[in-house]
């Protein structure tokens, strides 16, 4: 392992707070998923900016994001993001 790496993933772990406004549909939303998958509000929010930003990356490089597959064949994909 390189001596870089300790401090990359220690840089990763640094937060720094942030304040949004959402309409009550969107927090009603956000409330919904944090509890159904017993995850703190933060922490959808950080999974939602990392799907979003790997699907931009996908776009970017001419690429999809399958988003529904059925029967072993994708039928659907994240685009227009």
């Known amino acids: 392992m390189s001596a870089a790496a300790p401090v990359i ?3 990763e772990r640094e937060k720094v707070r942030v304040t949004l406004d ?3 549909q969107m927090k009603e939303v ?3 998923l944090a509890t159904s998958d017993g995850r703190t509000q933060a922490e959808v ?3 939602a900016i990392a799907l979003l ?4 990356t996908a776009e970017q490089n001419g ?3 399958p988003a529904l ?3 072993n064949k994708i039928v ?3 685009v227009g993001f």
């Open 9 to 11: 993933a220690e840089k």
């Open 22 to 24: 959402l309409t009550q």
């Open 30 to 32: 956000l409330d919904r």
């Open 45 to 47: 929010l950080r999974r």
């Open 53 to 56: 930003s790997a699907v931009k």
């Open 63 to 65: 690429e999809g994001v």
């Open 69 to 71: 597959v059925k029967d």
């Open 76 to 78: 659907a994909k994240l």
